[in-house]
């Protein structure tokens, strides 16, 4: 019997392609946009699987993958994401992630990912095995702290050149929360402007330069 997935991934052509990928070994029963939607899908189709996006609109992929756990949920996640940054990598698998790999890789990984993740084990692609582990022997190695999937999110939209207001908008949340986490993640980042902040994201691969 085919595993039941849920795939969840705010890019239309992307979400495209890999429902077709994932229909090969898998039943497909949702394609979900935001990790919002993604809670509320699982609590009613109770998945095997969840493949998702880290970084989503309203709710990350992180954030949901908790909610779900929070509410007993069996469900087995595998992060599929363009984040080469094995801090992250680090932060979704003690979270509970079965599975992280880079969508660069996914048509050669997510099949081989989802089933690993079946027979119960856990699969993190080897393109940032070496940097995740060594992460999390030393999860402080560089004296920075990891940002969360929101922090990550709010960071992402500022270096798109997105307004407060846009950002709030997107996210469902205050002017005032985003200005407050902006100037959280200027002090994290020791940065001094907002042009800082986007090259640190543009470093970290969340948009392009």
């Known amino acids: ?8 991934d705010d890019h239309v052509m992307v979400a495209q392609g890999l429902g077709q990928l994932i229909s090969e070994a898998a039943d497909l029963v949702a394609v979900v946009s935001d990790g919002r939607q993604l ?3 699982s609590r009613t189709l109770h998945p095997d699987i969840i493949v998702s996006d880290v970084m989503m ?7 949901a993958m908790r909610q779900l756990k929070a509410d007993g949920s069996n469900a087995r996640f595998i992060f599929l994401t363009i984040h080469t940054d094995a801090r992250l990598a680090a932060q979704a698998l003690r979270a509970g992630a ?3 790999l880079l969508k660069q890789a996914a ?5 081989e990912a989802l089933r690993t993740v079946m027979d119960g084990r856990t699969y993190l692609t080897p393109l940032i095995t070496k940097d995740v582990l060594r992460t999390m022997a030393n999860p402080i190695e560089d004296g920075r702290p990891a940002l969360t999937p929101r922090q990550l999110d709010i960071l992402r939209l500022i270096a798109q050149g997105k307004r407060m207001k846009e950002i709030a908008a997107e996210l469902d949340l205050s002017v005032r929360t985003i200005e407050g986490h902006k100037i959280q993640l200027l002090r994290m980042l020791d940065a001094d402007s907002t042009a800082d902040l986007i090259r640190f994201a543009v470093r970290q691969g969340l948009v392009q330069g």
């Open 1 to 8: 019997m085919k595993p039941r997935v849920i795939l969840a």
């Open 39 to 41: 809670v509320e899908s």
């Open 57 to 63: 609109p309203i709710m990350s992929g992180l954030d």
């Open 98 to 100: 079965s599975g992280y």
């Open 107 to 111: 048509g050669d990984e997510l099949l």
